[in-house]
């Protein structure tokens, strides 16, 4: 951990220990979030931490990370001694830009732009409160309650499941896909998944119910064979003259 002095306007990195006598330090330029922590203590500590260490690689399923890193932290007792803890997703420019996706306390928590949309993240979290609320059993292990990890093709399978109760709406599709998929996967995969699935929208509002389409096949039917008879009379009566 890198510290400097404790106090309402003074900041200072968090991260996790590799090994015995390691000094995790805060990678701020190459982190995909950062986090600052309030500490309800007389001297209004205020922590900042990034996800990425500056001597090693970020782990690149962006979701486990996030989870990793909030389990972690609730594990060194940070949830318990905040009052308030705010997460952003870096926009790699200048901190104002950085987008906020989470805020905690040790009560709950609120989740905002595309974390709204991590049903992952979002239940485990949801776990992990009424754990608090319900724990009888002395400390609680965060990491024993992160979801189950799924394997590459899994999470990809996952990612692009689609139904309608899912996305309801084409512009639920669409925020997915910017918000989602764009932050895992190429353009190019995206824009076709995206192209083959938006047309079902369309199909789906054209499509007449299943009872009309049956009466109007009945209706169909019925005005053909009324012509095959108007027509068989005509053609018996042509015959009838003509004897």
């Known amino acids: 951990m890198q510290t400097t ?15 015995p006598g390691y000094k995790f330090v805060g990678d701020r330029e190459l982190s995909t979030y950062r986090w600052v922590i309030w500490l309800n203590n007389d001297k209004q500590t205020v922590i900042e931490g990034y996800s990425k ?10 979701q486990q990370l996030l989870q990793d890193c909030i389990s972690r932290l609730g594990n060194k007792g940070y949830l318990d001694k905040c009052y308030y803890w705010v997460i952003f ?35 485990w979290l949801d776990r992990l409160f009424t754990a608090r609320k319900t724990n009888t059993q002395g400390i609680l292990n965060y990491k ?9 093709q899994q999470i990809r399978k996952a990612d692009f499941e689609f139904t309608l109760e899912r996305f309801p709406t084409k512009n639920h599709l669409g925020d997915y896909c910017r918000n989602v998929l764009l932050a895992k996967y190429g353009r190019n995969q995206v824009l076709a998944w995206y192209n083959a699935k938006e047309v079902i929208y369309s199909t789906s509002q054209q499509q007449p119910i299943a009872g009309a389409v049956v009466a ?12 095959a008879q108007t027509a068989m009379m005509n053609l018996q009566a042509r015959f009838t003259r003509g004897k």
């Open 144 to 152: 024993d309650l992160l979801p189950q990890r799924l394997s590459p």
């Open 53 to 62: 260490d500056v001597n090693s690689c970020e782990k690149e399923d962006k």
């Open 89 to 123: 997703k870096r926009q790699f420019t200048h901190k104002d830009t950085d987008t906020m996706i989470l805020e905690l306390n040790p009560h709950g928590y609120l989740a905002h732009d595309s974390l709204t949309l991590d049903i992952s993240t979002l239940s």
């Open 216 to 227: 109007g096949g009945n209706k169909d039917n019925e005005r053909a064979a009324q012509l």
């Open 5 to 19: 002095t404790t106090n309402a306007t003074k900041q200072h990195s968090l991260g996790s220990a590799r090994q």
